[in-house]
């Protein structure tokens, strides 16, 4: 035991927003020989102190993060709050277990296979997206206009992502032969045009 002001000036550090008293500060040091000052870590003891480690009982940690350069906190429950803890997880799961249907070794490798059956589906609606986009082509061509000799057509297409809207605008120069396209749909308050241009035998 020291007093707080001790205690900061022998190179303890203080963390988590704790009001220290001035005097009777518990100081816990991880002593390391090949240190230069002589320990790994040495700290203000902000939690509840106890005679043995068995005192604690069971423990669970539940979050770690940085809270300084090199230095990270570990938050972690004990005893009836582990418990209870546990029992809060084990509860989790069997709900997850029987809305999937399987048991609970099995939850896992369901929400994997859900997970890559979304990612798949997600693949197929884009791909068909850039195909009804792609259909447009010839409605899209009969919209073409000649300014100052070239030809240009500027529409906005709906539902399709950027790399449908690059396939549309590169399928449209190649049917135009020569000239521009800009092709863009909008999301939110946001536009994203793709534009396209090509110079033709003639040009």
């Not at 320990?39 to 939690?47: A, V």
């Not at 500027?154 to 539902?159: D, G, I, L, M, T």
């Not at 950027?162 to 939110?188: F, H, I, M």
Request: charge should be positive; glycine fraction near 12%.
């Amino acid at each position: 035991m020291t007093s707080l002001e001790e205690a900061l000036a022998s190179g303890a550090l203080a963390f988590f927003g704790d009001k220290y008293p001035e005097h009777n500060v518990r100081v816990v040091t991880i002593p390391d020989p090949r240190a230069t000052r002589g320990f790994y870590s040495k700290e203000l003891c902000g939690g509840t102190h106890v005679q043995r480690v068995g005192d604690i009982g069971v423990l669970k940690i539940v979050s770690e993060e940085s809270v300084a350069a090199g230095v990270r906190r570990i938050e972690a429950v004990t005893g009836i709050g582990a418990l209870e803890h546990f029992q809060k997880q084990a509860d989790i799961l069997r709900q997850l277990a029987s809305q999937l249907n399987v048991g609970e070794d099995g939850v896992q490798a369901q929400v994997e296979k859900l997970a890559q059956t979304a990612k798949q589906l997600e693949k197929e609606l884009e791909a068909q997206k850039r195909k009804g986009a792609l259909s447009q082509v010839d409605e899209l061509a009969g919209r073409v206009q000649v300014v100052k000799g070239i030809k240009v057509i500027a529409a906005e297409v709906q539902n399709v992502d950027r790399e449908g809207l690059r396939q549309l605008v590169d399928t449209l120069r190649q049917k135009l032969g020569s000239g521009g396209g800009s092709a863009g749909n909008a999301r939110g308050r946001k536009s994203r045009p793709d534009c396209g241009c090509h110079q033709g035998p003639d040009r």
